[in-house]
């Protein structure tokens, strides 16, 4: 595996796993942040402006895996993938988990 399918994989990743809270919250009719909101990433967008933040965030992070070879290439492609997925998830998580304390 080249390095770049492998920056490319991982950032697929950071892409792909942006685009979940986005859908989930959009898709059910809640106000979730978005970097279009007052002030950006802390203020609330409108349902419809997270599912386009979703979807913009799916077509990005499906084009980064396929330009990483992520189902053509080897495994190690798809560790690295979810590597991202977690290393963004998690504190991702826990950022919420903290503002909704407030």
């Not at 942040?33 to 913009?56: Q, Y």
Request: net charge positive; aromatic share 12%; hydrophobic share 50%.
């Amino acid at each position: 595996m080249h390095w770049t399918d492998g920056v490319a994989c991982f950032c697929a990743g950071l892409f792909l796993a942006n685009a979940t809270p986005h859908f989930v919250k959009g898709i059910c009719g809640d106000r979730f942040p978005t970097p279009f909101a007052k002030p950006p990433g802390r203020g609330l967008s409108s349902p419809a402006v997270n599912v386009t933040w979703s979807l913009f965030n799916m077509l990005v992070g499906l084009l980064l895996a396929r330009a990483g070879h992520l189902l053509s290439g080897p495994e190690t492609g798809r560790w690295i993938l979810f590597a991202a997925v977690a290393l963004f998830a998690v504190p991702t998580s826990m950022s919420f988990a903290r503002k909704a304390k407030e």
